[in-house]
Every structure is written in structure tokens, then in C-alpha cells.
């Protein structure tokens, strides 16, 4: 059964002009609160005309390949690149984790949540062009489509075009010879994220959950940078700020290889979506939202990077000899013992919303089969208003969408 906002989104105003024969081009990017979603959309649609039914069921199984792509996409660069031996196994671990573990369970449930993995993967193929081919002709071109379409993806999608002009500004810096074809493609990608911000959708209704004030956003980014840690001290010395030093000591000394720069590319994408977060929830108590966490997976995966690789690089004597390996044991020992202290809650979780989702679901389709709204006005429903999802259940349009067990004549 569809969920919350996907009533609207995907239901109202996607799926019932399709199937009443009144959809429009500009249905597509029709804006959800701050977002555009185009690609989910698309795939909507698709799945719709392939499977004849609206599931989200068959989204989320579908997220299970899209959800796998960004992972996969980066240790097998890894791998090709010879980049996988040693202590750099724990990068891989750390990939796997944010992968397979259920912290995101909001994403593997709902299909609708196909918006974070279409970004994640539009994200790494887009750093991994400009880390590897930046000047290549067919690759500009295609970081700027990719980056065009990580604004169309979410609100957040216009902070990847930011990431790549920081990958950019990295090849700048390390180059002996400046070239002017760098300030053009830094100016183009500013160009997208500027007229992104300016067209983005505003929505008045969500600005009580943005931070209220520096100190409400200090401690939320504090918050989402020390995911996952569960403890609220020494999270970004952990986790984030060792990383930051040891990738701006190798730029100094001009040692950023080719996985250096996309592994930093990964690491300030999430590190950019991480000061997003704290910005735009920072009002809200409590721990980061299970649903952004797949957003800081790849810096994770960065900081777990440059922390193995200061221990391959520098070698300092005397008191400080066992420095880098002592933070490297801090980091991974912090990194594995969070994600299994975390892991029975986030199992938990998914029990949970699977029972309370089971009886929505039950009560939508007493009301598809009998036209009771009692079904819908006890509470347990799919969406925050009773009579608003009493209305969309009425339409011919969106009835005909829904799997063959819910279809029920219109009273």
C-alpha cells in the first residue's frame, strides 16, 4: 500500500492524469515540498505500465538493485584499480556496512525513498568522471547532464554539482599548469547549483523544522556528523575531523592519487549533505532521520579512506610513532561498535513499521471493499489526514492504480 506523501505525489498527481489520459510533461518535476523528483517518477510510471498496478512493494524490491549500485559501483573501482589490500579491506567494510546494515530503514521499505539512491549513484559516477577523465569532452558533457539530474533527483541533488567543482578545484590546486578549462567547468557546475537554489520549490510549512538559531544548528550538526555513534562526545574528532586534516596535509604536499581525489569528492559531497541536514531538521530533537543516513555512507567511506591511508604514508618518529595508528584503531573500533549497537534497534524498527503498516493497510481495504469511513477515521491509516485519503480512495483514477485486492467498486 502506498504511504504518506506518495498518495500525492506519486498517486494524485503522477499516476492519475496517466491513467486518465491527461498527463503532461511538467507532471514529471511537479515539485514535492522542496523536491523534484523526476527520475522516481519515471520509474513510477515504468514500473506501473510493466507491473499494471501501484505497489510499493515492487518499488522497494526494485530499490534493492538501485540501493546496490553505489556500493557496488565503488569497491569495484577499487578493486580494478588495485586500490584493495591490507588495511584497506576496513574501507571495504565500511562500504558493505552502510550498504547492507537496516539504518536506512525508511529507504529499504518504501519504495517511495527511490529519490537517496538515484542521488547516491548520479553522485559517484559523476565524481568518478571528474576525478578520472575531468578534461575529456563526453565526460564534461555527462558530469553536467548527471549533475542537471541530481538537481531534478532532491532538493540536496544541487549540492553534487558543488562536489564536483570541489574535485575540480583539487586537480587546480595539484596542477603545475592552470588551466582555464577548470575555471570554465568550476563556473558552469556554480551555474547549476545557483540557478537550483533560486527555482527550488519553497514551502512555508516545513521552515519550524529548520534550526532556529546557530546553537540549534551546532548541535544538529554535531548530531548527523557523528553518526553513528550513540554517544554525543568526541564525534566529529572521531569521525570527521582526522580525515580532513590528513586529506588537506596530501593536497599540501601534493600527494592526492586518483582515488584520493574521488575518495575526497565522496567526502565533502556527504560532509555538504551532513551541514543540509543540520540546517534543514536542525529543529528536531532526537537522532538523524533513518532515511539521510544513506546520504552520509560515502563520506563515511572517505574518512575510513584517508584514516587508512595516513597510516601508509606517514611514518613519524619518536612520541608521536604510533599516532595515525592509534586513531585508525579509534575510528574503525567507534565505526563497528556503533553499527552493532545500533543494529537490533534498527531491526526493531522495521518489525514495527511492517505491524503498524499491516493494520493501515488492512483498514484502507475495509474501506475499498465497503465504503465504511470507519476504516479510515480510527486513526491507523497511511496518511496524516482521514478525509483527504478518503478522497484520493474515491477517484476512479487512483482506485484503478492500486493492486487487484484493493479494487472495489466507487461507492
Same mark, same amino acid.
Given at each position: 500500500?502506498?504511504?504518506?506523501?506518495?498518495?500525492?505525489?506519486?498517486?494524485?498527481?503522477?499516476?492519475?492524469?496517466?491513467?486518465?489520459?491527461?498527463?503532461?510533461?511538467?507532471?514529471?518535476?511537479?515539485?514535492?515540498?522542496? #523536491?523534484?523528483?523526476?527520475?522516481?517518477?519515471?520509474?513510477?510510471?515504468?514500473?506501473?505500465?510493466?507491473?499494471?498496478?501501484?505497489?510499493?512493494?515492487?518499488?522497494?524490491?526494485?530499490?534493492?538493485?538501485?540501493?546496490?549500485?553505489?556500493?557496488?559501483?565503488?569497491?569495484?573501482?577499487?578493486?580494478?584499480?588495485?586500490?584493495?589490500?591490507?588495511?584497506?579491506?576496513?574501507?571495504?567494510?565500511?562500504?558493505?556496512?552502510?550498504?547492507?546494515?537496516?539504518?536506512?530503514?525508511?529507504?529499504?521499505?518504501?519504495?517511495?525513498?527511490?529519490?537517496?539512491?538515484?542521488?547516491?549513484?548520479?553522485?559517484?559516477?559523476?565524481?568518478?568522471?571528474?576525478?578520472?577523465?575531468?578534461?575529456?569532452?563526453?565526460?564534461?558533457?555527462?558530469?553536467?547532464?548527471?549533475?542537471?539530474?541530481?538537481?531534478?533527483?532532491?532538493?540536496?541533488?544541487?549540492?553534487?554539482?558543488?562536489?564536483?567543482?570541489?574535485?575540480?578545484?583539487?586537480?587546480?590546486?595539484?596542477?603545475?599548469?592552470?588551466?582555464?578549462?577548470?575555471?570554465?567547468?568550476?563556473?558552469?557546475?556554480?551555474?547549476?547549483?545557483?540557478?537550483?537554489?533560486?527555482?527550488?520549490?519553497?514551502?512555508?510549512? #516545513?521552515?519550524?523544522?529548520?534550526?532556529?538559531?546557530?546553537?540549534?544548528?551546532?548541535?544538529?550538526?554535531?548530531?548527523?556528523?557523528?553518526?553513528?555513534?550513540?554517544?554525543?562526545?568526541?564525534?566529529?574528532?572521531?569521525?570527521?575531523?582526522?580525515?580532513?586534516?590528513?586529506?588537506?596535509?596530501?593536497?599540501?604536499?601534493?600527494?592526492?592519487?586518483?582515488?584520493?581525489?574521488?575518495?575526497?569528492?565522496?567526502?565533502?559531497?556527504?560532509?555538504?549533505?551532513?551541514?543540509?541536514?543540520?540546517?534543514?531538521?536542525?529543529?528536531?530533537?532526537?537522532?538523524?532521520?533513518?532515511?539521510?543516513?544513506?546520504?552520509?555512507?560515502?563520506?563515511?567511506?572517505?574518512?575510513?579512506?584517508?584514516?587508512?591511508?595516513?597510516?601508509?604514508?606517514?611514518?613519524?618518529?619518536?612520541?608521536?610513532?604510533?599516532?595515525?595508528?592509534?586513531?585508525?584503531?579509534?575510528?574503525?573500533?567507534?565505526?563497528?561498535?556503533?553499527?552493532?549497537?545500533?543494529?537490533?534497534?534498527?531491526?526493531?524498527?522495521?518489525?514495527?513499521?511492517?505491524?503498524?503498516?499491516?493494520?493501515?493497510?488492512?483498514?484502507?481495504?475495509?474501506?475499498?471493499?465497503?465504503?465504511?469511513?470507519?476504516?479510515?477515521?480510527?486513526?491507523?491509516?497511511?496518511?496524516?489526514?482521514?478525509?483527504?485519503?478518503?478522497?484520493?480512495?474515491?477517484?476512479?483514477?487512483?482506485?484503478?492504480?492500486?493492486?487487484?485486492?484493493?479494487?472495489?467498486?466507487?461507492?
Amino acid at each position: 500500500m502506498p504511504f504518506w506523501d506518495q498518495w500525492d505525489a506519486e498517486g494524485d498527481w503522477l499516476l492519475r492524469p496517466w491513467v486518465e489520459g491527461h498527463f503532461k510533461m511538467s507532471d514529471l518535476w511537479f515539485p514535492q515540498n522542496e #523536491h523534484r523528483l523526476v527520475p522516481s517518477h519515471i520509474l513510477t510510471l515504468l514500473l506501473f505500465e510493466v507491473t499494471g498496478t501501484w505497489s510499493n512493494l515492487t518499488e522497494a524490491r526494485v530499490n534493492i538493485v538501485l540501493g546496490a549500485l553505489t556500493p557496488l559501483l565503488l569497491i569495484w573501482l577499487l578493486h580494478r584499480w588495485g586500490e584493495i589490500y591490507k588495511w584497506r579491506w576496513l574501507v571495504v567494510a565500511v562500504i558493505i556496512c552502510g550498504a547492507i546494515l537496516p539504518f536506512a530503514w525508511e529507504n529499504i521499505l518504501f519504495g517511495f525513498q527511490s529519490q537517496f539512491y538515484f542521488l547516491c549513484i548520479f553522485t559517484l559516477s559523476a565524481l568518478f568522471l571528474a576525478s578520472t577523465r575531468p578534461y575529456h569532452a563526453a565526460s564534461v558533457s555527462a558530469i553536467v547532464v548527471i549533475s542537471i539530474l541530481s538537481v531534478l533527483t532532491m532538493a540536496s541533488g544541487l549540492l553534487t554539482p558543488v562536489a564536483v567543482a570541489a574535485v575540480y578545484s583539487l586537480h587546480w590546486l595539484m596542477a603545475k599548469k592552470k588551466h582555464l578549462q577548470t575555471i570554465i567547468i568550476i563556473v558552469v557546475l556554480a551555474g547549476i547549483t545557483v540557478t537550483a537554489y533560486l527555482t527550488m520549490p519553497y514551502n512555508p510549512g #516545513h521552515d519550524f523544522l529548520h534550526a532556529q538559531n546557530f546553537a540549534e544548528f551546532s548541535k544538529a550538526l554535531i548530531r548527523v556528523l557523528g553518526w553513528p555513534l550513540t554517544a554525543r562526545k568526541l564525534i566529529t574528532i572521531v569521525f570527521w575531523l582526522p580525515s580532513a586534516a590528513i586529506l588537506i596535509t596530501f593536497l599540501i604536499k601534493k600527494k592526492l592519487s586518483r582515488t584520493d581525489v574521488l575518495m575526497s569528492g565522496c567526502f565533502i559531497w556527504s560532509a555538504l549533505q551532513a551541514v543540509a541536514i543540520a540546517y534543514g531538521r536542525g529543529h528536531e530533537p532526537g537522532d538523524v532521520l533513518s532515511r539521510y543516513t544513506d546520504l552520509l555512507s560515502l563520506g563515511l567511506a572517505g574518512s575510513a579512506w584517508f584514516i587508512v591511508r595516513a597510516t601508509e604514508v606517514f611514518n613519524p618518529v619518536g612520541r608521536f610513532r604510533y599516532t595515525f595508528k592509534i586513531i585508525a584503531i579509534l575510528f574503525f573500533a567507534a565505526f563497528f561498535v556503533s553499527h552493532k549497537k545500533r543494529f537490533r534497534p534498527g531491526i526493531n524498527s522495521m518489525k514495527k513499521s511492517k505491524e503498524l503498516r499491516t493494520i493501515q493497510e488492512t483498514n484502507v481495504y475495509g474501506y475499498l471493499r465497503t465504503g465504511d469511513a470507519h476504516y479510515l477515521q480510527q486513526g491507523n491509516i497511511p496518511y496524516p489526514d482521514a478525509n483527504r485519503l478518503q478522497m484520493l480512495l474515491d477517484n476512479r483514477g487512483i482506485r484503478r492504480t492500486l493492486p487487484p485486492n484493493g479494487k472495489a467498486p466507487v461507492k
